[in-house]
Structures are given as structure tokens and as C-alpha cells.
């Protein structure tokens, strides 16, 4: 109970911790941060709520950008949950998060494959097996990095779409590295989201290839398009600690 009051007071400063009663839409649509340690269990901030992470193992937090940080095997592990349309603005989003890549998903048949950072019906974030970001929004917005996102090491990706004006940009490090036009404004529902995988399963030799395979942290999606500079100064952060990616033991137990 401590640990959890102390938690509260460290973000109050950022947005209400959700109480009991009915959520609104705030300037944050959904947070995970995945320092609530809760086997296997994510908490997500602004509703206040756990989703399981699905895996052939205990969940595996490590070290993060701030506090720990879940560890992606690429294959059997993930977050589902069921999406609250009713706290997702349909005109102005930012998705960001601090990723480090293991290895790129693999490519079936020649074909290219998506390890969704976060995946729904309406976006789509994630690695190619090419090692490209690729982000796609069903309101009419699609675009793949030109550059290959580096492995072994920290990144701070965003994207932001202002339907209004029409634009989607997607950043790297604080730097725009590609943007395209957006048509429609969102159209959430209650659907399921997973964190980690895409939303279809690809099967290859028996093994699911659309995962992500690496460290996600700080999964955040505002309700407001995020200026440059305010994307540059989140990414200005410096990680006290390199990303371990080595296979941890407990994958090996029994």
C-alpha cells in the first residue's frame, strides 16, 4: 500500500490517478510504464487497470529507461488488453515509447513481417524485418521509415497525427524522419490492443513471427500532437543504463 501511495504522489504531478469512478478523457490516453512489479500482470496509469502479459515464461522486467522496462522474447510474449475508446481523442494523437531491438522479426518466404510495438484496429506501430519503423492508422495514414532502426541500444520513437491539418510525422530520437498525410479522424472501440505483437498471428514452422523482440518502455499515448520540440526534449533523456538484451536464465528453468 505504501509502494502504491508513493507511486501516486511521484506522477500526480502529470495527470489524476484514476479513482474508482468513470475516467475521462485527459491529456493521456494510456500510460504503461512497467514498473508495478505484479507476476504476470502490466498495470496500465490512467484507468488503473492490469492486462496480462502473455508468455511461455514469468514476465521478464529489466532495467528500463525509467524504472524497469519489459523484455520481449519475440515469439510467445505480449500484452492484450481491451482498449477504452471513450478516454482516445479522434483528432490528435502522439504515441511514443522507448524501444531496444534484439533482432528484427522474420521475414516468411521472402515476405516482410511486423513486430508491432503496439498494434489495434486504428494504429499500428512497429518493426518490419527489415528493420524499418512502420506505422499505419486506419483513418488513411501509412508510412515506413527509409532509415533501419539500430540495435542494442536505446530509441525513443514517436508518432503524431494531427487530423486537422492533415499530417502524420514519425520521429526518431527526437528528429522527424518521415511524415505523410492523414485523411479521417479515428474511430476507436472497445477492441483489443496488444503491446508487443501484431494483431494477427503469423505462424512460421510453428512459431509466431509478428513479435517484437527486444525492450519495451514507457508506452504513452496523449491525447494532443506533442510539438518537435517537446518530442526532442523527451528523447534529450539520457538512460543511466545500456539496454540488456542478454536471455535471461529463467527461460531455461526446469
Same mark, same amino acid.
Given at each position: 500500500a505504501n509502494l502504491e501511495q508513493f507511486t501516486r504522489n511521484c506522477i500526480g504531478y502529470l495527470y489524476p490517478w484514476p479513482s474508482n469512478e468513470a475516467v475521462e478523457m485527459g491529456e493521456v490516453a494510456m500510460h504503461f510504464s512497467f514498473d508495478k512489479n505484479e507476476d504476470n500482470w502490466a498495470y496500465e496509469l490512467i484507468e488503473g487497470k492490469n492486462h496480462p502479459i502473455i508468455s511461455n515464461w514469468p514476465a521478464e522486467r529489466v532495467r528500463g529507461v525509467h524504472g524497469d522496462g519489459l523484455r520481449i522474447d519475440g515469439y510467445t510474449t505480449y500484452i492484450e488488453g481491451q482498449l477504452n475508446a471513450s478516454l482516445f481523442s479522434k483528432d490528435n494523437i502522439t504515441f511514443a515509447a522507448w524501444i531496444a531491438i534484439e533482432t528484427f522479426p522474420t521475414g516468411q518466404d521472402g515476405g516482410i513481417q @511486423?513486430?508491432?510495438?503496439?498494434? #489495434? #484496429?486504428? @494504429?499500428?506501430?512497429a518493426i518490419n524485418s527489415q528493420g524499418r519503423i512502420f506505422v499505419n492508422i486506419e483513418n488513411g495514414g501509412q508510412i515506413?521509415? %527509409?532509415?533501419?532502426?539500430?540495435?542494442?541500444?536505446?530509441?525513443h520513437m514517436a508518432v503524431t497525427v494531427d487530423v486537422a491539418n492533415g499530417m502524420l510525422i514519425l520521429y526518431k530520437n527526437g528528429q522527424a524522419i518521415g511524415s505523410t498525410h492523414v485523411s479521417d479522424r479515428f474511430s476507436w472501440a472497445n477492441r483489443n490492443f496488444w503491446i508487443g505483437k501484431y494483431r494477427t498471428d503469423v505462424l512460421y514452422a510453428g512459431f509466431n513471427i509478428n513479435h517484437f523482440n527486444g525492450i519495451i518502455d514507457e508506452v504513452v499515448i496523449h491525447n494532443k500532437t506533442l510539438s %518537435? %520540440?517537446?518530442i526532442a526534449q523527451d528523447a534529450a533523456f539520457k538512460p543511466t543504463y545500456s539496454p540488456d538484451l542478454t536471455i535471461p536464465a529463467s527461460r531455461f528453468a526446469n
Amino acid at each position: 500500500a505504501n509502494l502504491e501511495q508513493f507511486t501516486r504522489n511521484c506522477i500526480g504531478y502529470l495527470y489524476p490517478w484514476p479513482s474508482n469512478e468513470a475516467v475521462e478523457m485527459g491529456e493521456v490516453a494510456m500510460h504503461f510504464s512497467f514498473d508495478k512489479n505484479e507476476d504476470n500482470w502490466a498495470y496500465e496509469l490512467i484507468e488503473g487497470k492490469n492486462h496480462p502479459i502473455i508468455s511461455n515464461w514469468p514476465a521478464e522486467r529489466v532495467r528500463g529507461v525509467h524504472g524497469d522496462g519489459l523484455r520481449i522474447d519475440g515469439y510467445t510474449t505480449y500484452i492484450e488488453g481491451q482498449l477504452n475508446a471513450s478516454l482516445f481523442s479522434k483528432d490528435n494523437i502522439t504515441f511514443a515509447a522507448w524501444i531496444a531491438i534484439e533482432t528484427f522479426p522474420t521475414g516468411q518466404d521472402g515476405g516482410i513481417q @511486423l513486430g508491432s510495438i503496439f498494434s #489495434n #484496429n486504428e @494504429l499500428d506501430v512497429a518493426i518490419n524485418s527489415q528493420g524499418r519503423i512502420f506505422v499505419n492508422i486506419e483513418n488513411g495514414g501509412q508510412i515506413t521509415s %527509409a532509415q533501419v532502426m539500430e540495435s542494442d541500444e536505446w530509441i525513443h520513437m514517436a508518432v503524431t497525427v494531427d487530423v486537422a491539418n492533415g499530417m502524420l510525422i514519425l520521429y526518431k530520437n527526437g528528429q522527424a524522419i518521415g511524415s505523410t498525410h492523414v485523411s479521417d479522424r479515428f474511430s476507436w472501440a472497445n477492441r483489443n490492443f496488444w503491446i508487443g505483437k501484431y494483431r494477427t498471428d503469423v505462424l512460421y514452422a510453428g512459431f509466431n513471427i509478428n513479435h517484437f523482440n527486444g525492450i519495451i518502455d514507457e508506452v504513452v499515448i496523449h491525447n494532443k500532437t506533442l510539438s %518537435a %520540440a517537446q518530442i526532442a526534449q523527451d528523447a534529450a533523456f539520457k538512460p543511466t543504463y545500456s539496454p540488456d538484451l542478454t536471455i535471461p536464465a529463467s527461460r531455461f528453468a526446469n
